[in-house]
């Protein structure tokens, strides 16, 4: 009896123990939840009396958000740029003109002297960013183009007039520089070609006036080419960090902080779809935009055309991606370093060429004294030819032109021969004379019949052909024997008003 009541005192003392424990915990563990709460940023204090959650220190969300440090670090080396220019602006046209009943109450001026221009002010604003102590800043050529007065203003407030050292329309790139001004901050330029799709960016800029706004997104995509007016922007980084008007010209930031692209477009009807320049092409020119106000770009001195599946099968090419050279000027670098007219070029430096548009971007992207290795295919040969570029030249570089004079005297049809409604004439130096052609070789295109095959194959008269399928026209017999051949696939290579090109299509 007393073992079993030792043992029941026993187990009632321990069972007051553990209720004890439990209402202190549950008392102190009331104090500590009024008093802070526990979050995956750590143990942090409520505000007395007001329950507002405050933060005991921010060192881990900075750690864990690397776009703050990237915008602490690069904002203050992104400028707003103001621009003044003038601009011719016609004359409001007077609806009531002629009007008795309006001119007699508001005279014939209401509207302004009728067939007159005037000028008027234009302002602008964009972006932009320092690249050196020295006062240079890169941004768009569309931003500072035509200004007449550059004012950059800095995050600090400071304020500086600007001049326009270098512009290139071709790139949309241009350098202002500003002067006498001292402590500037710079921003490193990366390695755009480095650049990975996803890779994630931040894009700084004055959109729409706001200064130093900050979006982020990723890298959508890479080589992408735009239109403007006629010209062909290549290579550009796609972005889905907001860009909107006003941030041309200022930077695409890698998590690195380095300088990746220079924003520059956006696409008006949608959301998420941006352009920037990579960097590597204004690193590419900065120095001619500097020392000689414009780019000294490479001169190669050919007309190339793209591959296309009858080309490919009439001349027998081992390849489907590519360009084709259709002309090959006289005295160009072209001639003088051994590319012909039917090389098919492949590779331009490192870039494979896919088409036309691939050769002259790759060229283009190149500077006067440049040796430029091509790989091109030669009568299904492979091979490599350097080529150092010359200056590029603003004539059309020295091509013939016939003034529309083809078109004469075409009622003198010496040994004259249809096929697939292609009319044709022997060609002479005496007839190319007459008619204003540059070319004395082939056959000469006289008439095309409607609703005939020939018509489909794109050819025009005064058309001078040369070749069928590498073969090359010197008679009309010639003309007669390829013409009759039971072909798939026919190439000509034309010569027309002065400059040869590759004609093709299917006989189908």
């Known amino acids: 009896m007393k073992f079993r009541l030792n043992s029941r005192l026993k187990r009632a003392g321990t069972a007051l123990a553990a209720a004890f424990i439990l209402f202190a915990g549950g008392a102190v563990g009331s104090y500590i939840a009024a008093k802070y709460t526990i979050t995956p940023s750590g143990v942090q204090e409520i505000a007395k009396d007001h329950g507002i959650s405050v933060a005991s220190a921010s060192s881990e969300t ?17 400028v707003n740029i103001d621009v003044e220019a003038t601009v011719v602006q016609e004359a409001m046209p007077n609806p009531f003109q002629g009007d008795p009943f309006f001119e007699e109450f ?14 008027v002010p234009r302002k602008g604003t964009g972006s932009g960013f320092i690249v050196s102590k020295e006062g240079y800043i890169l941004t768009n050529d569309h931003v500072v183009d035509g200004a007449e007065k550059v004012k950059v203003t800095l995050p600090d407030g400071r304020t500086f007039n600007a001049k326009i050292v270098g512009q290139d329309p071709t790139f949309d790139i241009a350098i202002i520089r500003v002067q006498n001004a001292k402590d500037l901050p710079v921003l490193t330029l990366g390695d755009s070609s480095a650049t990975e799709v996803g890779e994630q960016v931040v894009a700084i800029g004055n959109p729409f006036g706001f200064e130093n706004t900050v979006t982020a997104g990723i890298i959508s995509g890479k080589n992408r080419t735009l239109q403007d007016g006629g010209v062909s922007f290549h290579n550009f980084l796609q972005t889905d960090a907001a860009i909107n008007p006003g941030n041309s010209g200022g930077p695409l930031i890698d998590l690195n902080g380095s ?11 949608a959301q998420g779809i941006g352009f920037a320049i990579p960097v590597n092409m204004a690193k590419q020119i900065m120095n001619d935009l500097i020392e000689h106000g414009e780019v000294r770009r490479g001169w190669l001195g050919v007309s190339v055309q793209p591959l296309t599946a009858q080309l490919v099968e009439a001349y027998k090419i081992p390849v489907k991606e590519g360009a084709i050279i259709a002309d090959v000027q006289k005295n160009s670098p072209a001639e003088k370093y051994g590319l012909k007219r039917g090389d098919v070029i492949v590779k331009v430096g490192d870039t494979d060429i896919k088409d036309s548009e691939g050769v002259v971007f790759a060229v283009r992207s190149k500077l006067a004294g440049d040796d430029v290795p091509f790989e091109i295919y030669r009568d299904g040969k492979k091979m490599t030819v350097t080529v150092k570029l010359a200056e590029i030249k603003n004539s059309n570089g020295g091509m013939k032109s016939n003034n529309g004079k083809n078109n004469k005297g075409r009622n003198t049809k010496p040994q004259e021969s249809t096929k697939m409604g292609i009319t044709v004439v022997q060609n002479s130096e005496e007839f190319s004379k007459k008619h204003g052609l540059s070319e004395s070789d082939g056959v000469v295109v006289t008439e095309i019949k409607r609703g005939s095959k020939g018509e489909r194959f794109g050819l025009a008269a005064g058309d001078v052909i040369l070749e069928i399928n590498r073969e090359k026209i010197n008679s009309v017999s010639d003309w007669d024997r390829m013409m009759s051949k039971e072909k798939q696939a026919f190439g000509f290579l034309v010569s027309r ?3 040869t090109l590759f004609i093709s299509m299917s006989d189908d």
């Open 497 to 499: 008003r002065g400059q």
């Open 62 to 78: 900075n750690a864990k958000n690397p776009y703050v440090a990237i915008v602490k670090r690069s904002s203050p080396a992104v």
């Open 106 to 119: 508001f005279g014939k001026d209401f509207f302004g002297p009728q067939g007159e221009t005037r000028k």
């Open 259 to 269: 300088v990746i692209g220079i924003n520059t477009a956006i696409v008006p009807y």
